[in-house]
């Protein structure tokens, strides 16, 4: 099956929160609390999507198939202001379930990267839960765990790792 990428537009924001809610689901089940998961609302993402697709600071991109989005990358500005080599950081990339594998999220990560690359070239970071079972991913495309902190999530702290590039040009897509 073949997919593409394209930029987000303001009228994706119910689809990517409905990506986002169904990988929370999924990826984080046994591991966030359960009451969180169920209580998690599209309506109440997608009105936060919308709200954030019409800010410029970030960039995001939709994967689709057959004219549904099935997975999301967001990026933008590092947040924290604490990495000074690492300008750059990937706020959320999400895909379903029964997407992963196939090439689809190294495109996604691909097309920030390169539009990243356009504000100018520095390091690149991204924040996955240790017990995330796709935390890999970022390994496999060349990211190395660079610090630590402790995320609460519904009332339970989450140990959470910043995995990091010293360049754009070295995520490997």
């Known amino acids: ?13 119910l689809e990517i929160a409905r990506v986002q809610v169904e990988s929370w689901r999924t ?7 359960q009451s969180m998961l169920d209580a998690m609302s599209c309506d109440v993402r997608a009105k936060r999507w919308e709200e ?12 689709e198939i057959e004219d549904e989005i099935v997975g999301f990358a967001s990026a933008g500005k590092e947040r924290q202001g604490k ?9 959320a990339i999400y895909l379903l379930k029964e997407h992963q594998g196939k090439g689809i999220g190294q495109a996604l990560v691909k097309a920030v990267t390169e539009t990243l690359q356009l504000q100018g070239e520095s390091g690149l970071i991204v924040w996955a839960l240790t017990e995330n079972p796709y935390s890999s991913f970022y390994e496999k495309l060349g990211g190395v765990q660079m610090d630590h902190q402790v995320l ?9 790792a910043a995995f990091a590039w010293g360049s754009l040009m070295e995520v490997k897509v």
Request: proline share 0%; aromatic share 12%; glycine share 8%.
């Open 1 to 13: 099956m073949t997919f593409t990428i394209r930029e987000a537009v303001g009228e994706d924001a």
């Open 27 to 33: 990826t984080y089940k046994g591991i966030v609390a």
């Open 52 to 63: 954030g697709l019409k800010r410029s600071e970030a960039c995001t991109y939709v994967a």
């Open 83 to 91: 990495y000074s080599e690492h300008k750059y950081e990937i706020y």
């Open 152 to 160: 609460e999530i519904a009332g339970r702290k989450h140990d959470e």
